[in-house]
């Protein structure tokens, strides 16, 4: 079990990715499959957890994370979440839960000292538009690209490499809340295959691009520090499923997610 009031208190880094658009079934897919060595071996017990998110699509799915809604197990018992916003005296909260007294996550980092630092990936982060202003305005500092962005078949490694500058900035300096939206894994990206419909074997080599540098990341970190990861999809796709297409739908291939968190040193 994580202590994340431990954890904070302490002052440990923070990396949390959301792999944009993720479906559970193509994630465990690629590890079973060989596809994603890198996560393979960096995921607890070599494993992706199933579960389900609280949005359907990237501005709710993110909103709910950073107030305290990651992610839940398809099952009526839940573990001790990581992080809530303060509730009211009446209800009680583990004592590994952080508990942070402000309206969102980052806030409440920032009150303990954490520099908070985003890394967009699809144009909900782009601050190009009112809407995609929202969730990069919760950060200190907030960096977004058009390469960045799902188009550009190369937008994992250039967001990799921001987010090691930002490392290299902050690091030493004050506790770091280092968050990445991949966009390799949202729509389009039926270009991995040479395709100009994406599917689920078009997301599954996605993933696989973006393994590699999401390794490389993880790698880079190490030794400089310890880290709670915490790495999920937002929301899955779905790709025709039972006559479906799209996201913001309420569909299995919609709301099952991968999860994972662990400490990572």
């Not at 990396?15 to 944009?20: A, K, M, R």
């Not at 009526?76 to 209800?91: G, N, S, T």
């Not at 538009?129 to 960096?143: D, K």
């Not at 039972?242 to 999860?259: C, E, L, T």
Request: aromatic fraction near 10%.
């Amino acid at each position: 079990m994580i202590d994340t009031t431990q954890i904070i208190e302490s002052g440990t880094n923070i990396l949390f990715v959301t792999l944009d658009s993720l479906r559970y079934d193509v994630a465990s897919g690629a590890l079973a499959g060989g596809n994603t060595p890198h996560l393979a071996r960096l995921l607890p017990g070599g494993q992706w957890e199933h579960r389900q998110t609280p949005g359907t699509f990237t501005l709710p799915a993110h909103m709910a994370f950073f107030s305290g809604f990651l992610p839940k197990l398809p099952q009526p018992e839940q573990p001790a979440r990581l992080w809530e916003c303060r509730p009211p005296a009446f209800k009680k909260v583990p004592s590994e839960t952080f508990v942070f007294d402000a309206p969102n996550l980052l806030d409440g980092l920032g009150a303990h000292g954490y520099r908070t630092a985003c890394v967009g990936g699809v144009t909900y982060f782009s601050a190009q538009t009112p809407l995609g202003s929202v969730l990069p305005s919760m950060f200190h500092e907030a960096h977004w690209r058009p390469e960045f962005c799902s188009p550009e078949i190369e937008s994992t490694r250039h967001q990799a490499d921001q987010a090691l500058d930002i490392a290299d900035r902050y690091l030493g300096r004050q506790p770091l809340l280092l968050f990445v939206n991949v966009s390799a894994t949202h729509v389009p990206h039926g270009h991995y295959v040479g395709d100009s419909t994406d599917s689920t074997a078009s997301q599954t080599a996605a993933l696989a691009y973006a393994d590699s540098h999401l390794g490389r990341l993880l790698d880079s970190l190490s030794g400089r520090g310890r880290w709670l990861v915490i790495m999920c999809a937002d929301h899955g796709d779905a790709y025709g499923d039972d006559g479906f297409h799209g996201r913001g739908i309420a569909h299995p291939s919609v709301w099952n997610v991968p999860f994972a968190a662990w400490v990572h040193s």
